[in-house]
């Protein structure tokens, strides 16, 4: 059997496919577009594997998946491809509609066309799990309970609208054609492998540079964090054992407002790697102006994952970041290769130009 993971060089996708191949001999059909936020070099360890094949394309290929399909034949999808960061869905959303939302669709299209062609039990037993966002329900007032999953959609940016339409057409096409889904709506993730220009890396590399930190506005903006490797072990199990058609929200427990995130991470590298010149890293702090629309809070009641699926996270945010903090000190070649250009290169180099 085979499993089929679409945009697997991303941040939690990467993590996602690591985490597999360490735990089972399943093989992994990895599906990438290598846009700038893909990275090969978080697969490095797998270069040599048999079990894994990395193939270069766009979810909005609909004959590429189609032929994927045919040749791998997977007894599931797991659709992780998606322009993610909100600030560059303010200043280019063209990119995210094409993906988020043109992509889910052309994917949706090619899966029921395979599936739908499948002999028993293999029709019944695949499923496609879609994974998205807690942003697409909006933002909650400071005394607001937590978003569940019946909380209806009210999407902010231009990214979090592309991921809200995308969870709409992996709903309709299970109501409609009988498409055997699941949804994961999840809060902030963090861990190894993330791009430096999410929250945690981008203060973390900074800190380190002697850049600025730069917090947005009064830095009191709250999120639910989520350590990656937990988050991958809550897509395992409700992929394993989800109800057909349901959304489970995975969540940390854990919310914390911006500017506390910030502190923490400064008071792990004082520790861990203290400036030459004895002062704090919050020194290097800066408030910057707020972005346009941004949401104040969210939070992810996790406790339908938990009850129907006995899953929760393994890690406290005290933990996590410390695993985190410590991940980046110890990997400054990846962080390095990410932001020289090289890696592009090299892509280029290896795969041919996008």
Not at 123 to 128: D, E, G, Y
Not at 182 to 192: D, F, L
């Amino acid at each position: 059997m085979t499993i089929l993971v679409t945009g697997g060089a991303g941040f939690i996708g990467a993590n996602f496919v690591l985490d597999w191949l360490a735990l089972c001999d399943e093989p992994v059909v990895n599906l990438d577009k290598l846009t700038y936020a893909g990275n090969l070099e978080t697969l490095a360890s797998l270069r040599e594997d048999p079990r894994h094949v990395f193939v270069r394309g766009d979810i909005a290929d609909a004959e590429l998946i189609e032929k994927l399909l045919v040749e791998h034949r997977p007894r599931a999808v797991i659709n992780f491809a998606a322009e993610s960061h909100v600030d560059r869905s303010i200043h280019g959303p063209g990119e995210f509609i094409q993906t988020n939302v043109v992509g889910t669709f052309r994917l949706l299209e090619a899966v029921r066309g395979y599936w739908s062609a499948l002999e028993e039990p293999e029709k019944a037993a695949f499923r496609l799990l879609h994974v998205s966002t807690d942003e697409v329900y909006g933002t909650l007032a400071p005394d607001a309970p937590a978003f569940a999953e019946s909380h209806r959609y009210e999407p902010n940016s231009p990214y979090s609208a592309s991921k809200a339409a995308s969870d709409h057409l992996v709903r309709a096409w299970h109501h409609t054609y009988g498409l055997p889904v699941v949804t994961t709506n999840c809060s902030n993730n963090y861990g190894p492998f993330h791009f430096p220009e999410k929250l945690i890396p981008l203060m973390i590399v900074n800190a380190l540079a002697g850049k600025p930190l730069p917090v947005y506005g009064d830095g009191l903006q709250i999120r639910d964090w989520l350590y990656v490797k937990d988050h991958c072990s809550a897509i395992r199990r409700v992929l394993e054992s989800g109800r057909l058609g349901e959304t489970y929200n995975v969540g940390g427990w854990n919310e914390k407002a911006n500017i506390d995130i910030v502190r923490s991470i400064c008071a792990l590298l004082d520790e861990m790697k203290p400036r030459v010149d004895g002062q704090t890293y919050t020194c290097q702090i800066t408030h910057v102006a707020d972005r346009p629309g941004h949401d104040r809070r969210y939070a992810i009641d996790a406790r339908k994952i938990e009850s129907e699926l006995g899953w929760k996270p393994a890690e406290t945010f005290e933990t996590g970041i410390r695993k985190t903090v410590r991940w980046y000190l110890d990997n400054p070649e990846w962080v390095a290769h990410v932001q020289s250009g090289a890696y592009r290169e090299w892509v280029g180099l290896q795969y041919g130009r996008a």
